[in-house]
Structure formats: structure tokens, C-alpha cells
């Protein structure tokens, strides 16, 4: 009892990432909607297309820490090929501790092939284990989220090495630290303004972490 807990667990740095857009003087002003908002749109994609993707598979060295990389490889063979079953999802689900199985942010992650052949699976009385629950789709009570940067799953081999079937668990263990835009224009750049032109450019910091505190000892 007089032994002080040790503190131990991840550090949440920071990797840089920008987007820049060159927009016309025209357009600027004569844009027929609010030009921020334009911008707010453009940004949007252009972040997710780069901090979206980290987050799925990001190798935690050069970039944040994805939640296929912090999960670590979990090679599963499905029972049949092409075609995903309940035996799959069951294996899935009670590979997890129920601790985690039971936590509010316990979810699927599949990309969009997968998810396709889930939404064809079907269980021994040929109903769909795809269900609608809580305005979300549900697999075993639990939702089911598209990631699309999850690298493609090929049923023909069926394991884990050839793409991911999914990525299931807590999900409040992947810790994500996002900072708000930093907004530059530029109405001088060279080679925009010669041509009428000003340079947005953005900027964001982030990064990530999955955190296990048992080291794998609890699933």
C-alpha cells in the first residue's frame, strides 16, 4: 500500500502537415459565397486526404501512430473464401476481452470492399447480421465504420498479410491530438501573383497513438 503507482504510457508529439490552394484575385472577389467558406470546404478534403489516412495506417515513426499499426498484426483466416460469415465476426468479437467488447466506443473498422461482403453475410437462419440500430449499422450490437485507407482485403487468402478484414475493439484507447488550422495568404508568392493569383496556404499539427496499457495482456 505504500508503494506509489508508476506512471508509464505515450507521448503525443506533433507532424506538420499543409495544403495549399491558389485562388484567384477574381475570385475573390467576386466569389457568389462566402470565400472562407469555399476555403473551409477545400481544406476539409485536403486535411482528411493526408491526417484521415495517417490515422488508419500511419507508422508512428514519421508520421502519427494509425489504428491498424497500434493494433498490431492479428492474422485471422476466414472460414471460407470470398465470403465473410457469422463464424468470422464471432471469432472476432470473443478474440476481445469483454471488458472492451462492453466499452461505449467498441466498434468495426472495415474498408469498403469488406464492408460490402459484411453487408452480404448472413446467419444460420439467412437473416443479415447487419443491422440497423441506435440510427447506425450494427454488427453484434456493435457499429460498423468505414475507413477507406485500411489496405484492401482479398478474401482468396483470407488472412490479415493480404489486407485487413477489419480492426475491432475499444476504440478510446486511440488517442488523437489535432491542432486548429493556421490560415497564411500570400498575395506575393512568386510565380501566383504574375498570374493574378494568391497562395492560401494551411497548416495543422497532429498526431497519434493506440494505448494498451496491459502490453497486450488483455486483448
Not at 489535432?178 to 498575395?187: A, E, F, G, N, P
Request: glycine share 10%; with cysteine.
Amino acid at each position: 500500500a505504500n508503494t506509489p503507482p508508476q506512471v508509464s504510457g505515450k507521448l503525443l508529439n506533433s507532424f506538420k502537415y499543409m495544403a495549399a490552394l491558389p485562388v484567384s484575385i477574381e475570385l475573390e472577389e467576386d466569389a457568389f459565397e462566402p470565400m472562407m467558406k469555399i476555403m473551409n470546404d477545400a481544406y476539409v478534403i485536403a486535411f482528411a486526404r493526408g491526417i484521415g489516412v495517417d490515422l488508419a495506417i500511419g507508422n508512428g515513426t514519421t508520421a502519427p501512430q494509425g489504428v491498424l499499426t497500434g493494433a498490431g498484426a492479428s492474422i485471422y483466416t476466414t472460414a471460407a473464401q470470398n465470403v465473410l460469415s457469422l463464424t468470422d465476426f464471432e471469432s472476432v468479437y470473443f478474440g476481445i476481452n469483454r471488458i472492451h467488447r462492453n466499452a461505449t466506443k467498441c466498434a468495426w473498422l472495415m474498408n469498403d470492399a469488406a464492408y460490402q461482403m459484411a453487408r452480404k453475410a448472413v446467419d444460420a437462419g439467412g437473416h443479415p447480421l447487419l443491422k440497423m440500430g441506435k440510427d447506425k449499422e450494427e454488427i453484434m450490437g456493435k457499429p460498423v465504420l468505414v475507413s477507406p485507407s485500411l489496405p484492401a482485403y482479398n478474401p482468396s487468402l483470407g488472412t490479415q498479410a493480404a489486407g485487413t478484414f477489419c480492426v475491432f475493439g475499444d476504440l478510446s484507447h486511440m488517442y488523437v491530438r489535432v491542432s486548429k488550422m493556421l490560415l497564411h495568404r500570400s498575395w506575393q508568392a512568386s510565380g501566383y501573383v504574375e498570374r493574378g493569383k494568391a497562395l492560401y496556404s494551411g497548416y495543422m499539427r497532429a498526431d497519434a497513438k493506440v494505448f494498451d496499457p496491459t502490453n497486450g495482456g488483455v486483448p
